[in-house]
């Protein structure tokens, strides 16, 4: 079975851009989760989104923003690219809600802003 | 405000060679300790999760117990591909799936 699966692997933009990652879930998860790692540092959550609707988003600027699609794929879209956006952003994705939810991580994308 | 604290940040080990991992944290009211390993240029892989103090799972040469305060990861007779970066975080109690995580231990295994 696939695992989550995120694209691109890699990416490089210029300071001011705008990105957009993308996502896809295991087959039947209906939640999926935003999480950025800085190097050296644990992932923080960014987003959560279950059944298309936001259910969770965590202390990131109005630049972010994601969404969820019909078949629960996600994008998750950064604005006005700053520096400090460079990071691996980590896509997560499990059956429902909730404190006894396991999540599954993607590989994710590292982002270089440049 | 939540927050976990994992230590060491580093430890290097000789094949063999047991130890453990801590982590500390500071909830309103813990609903979920994770344990996740990540390998480099991957994202975290699920190992394990704790709810009430004295709970204890395992899984091959890894062992995590948990207390009121932490928890540790005990890794007994180590093998170089246990080399990785292993992460704690704990659920943040509200009707999300948001982990908050601690900034990880670097464990590196020789031969």
């Known amino acids: 079975d696939a695992g989550v699966t995120q694209s691109p692997t890699h990416l490089i933009k210029t300071r001011g851009q705008q990105v957009t990652l993308r996502c896809s879930p295991i087959?039947?998860?209906?939640?999926v989760s935003w999480y950025q790692q800085v190097l050296g540092q644990g992932p923080q959550f960014i987003f959560q989104y279950y059944e298309k609707e936001e259910r969770g988003r965590g202390n990131f600027p109005d630049r972010f923003s994601a969404r969820q699609f019909p078949n629960y794929s996600s994008e998750l879209n950064v604005n006005a690219l700053l520096l400090g956006d460079s990071a691996l952003y980590l896509c997560a994705s499990s059956l429902e809600v909730g404190v006894n939810e396991k999540l599954f991580f993607g590989s994710g994308t590292q982002l270089s802003v440049l | 405000e939540d927050q976990v604290t994992q230590s060491p940040e580093a430890l290097r080990l000789q094949e063999g060679e047991s130890s453990s991992l801590n982590c500390s944290y500071t909830?309103?009211?813990?609903?979920?300790l994770f344990w996740y390993r990540q390998d480099p240029g991957k994202g975290p892989e699920f190992l394990f999760t704790l709810y009430s103090a004295g709970e204890e799972k395992e899984k091959e040469r890894l062992k995590a117990t948990l207390t009121k305060k932490e928890s540790f990861l005990h890794i007994t007779a180590p093998k170089p591909e246990d080399s990785a970066t292993y992460l704690c975080?704990?659920?943040?109690?509200?009707?999300?799936?948001?982990?908050?995580f601690g900034t990880g231990t670097l464990l590196a295994v020789q031969p």
């Open positions: 909830v309103s009211g813990l609903r979920g």
């Open positions: 087959s039947g998860h209906k939640s």
């Open positions: 975080a704990v659920h943040d109690g509200g009707a999300t799936n948001k982990l908050i």
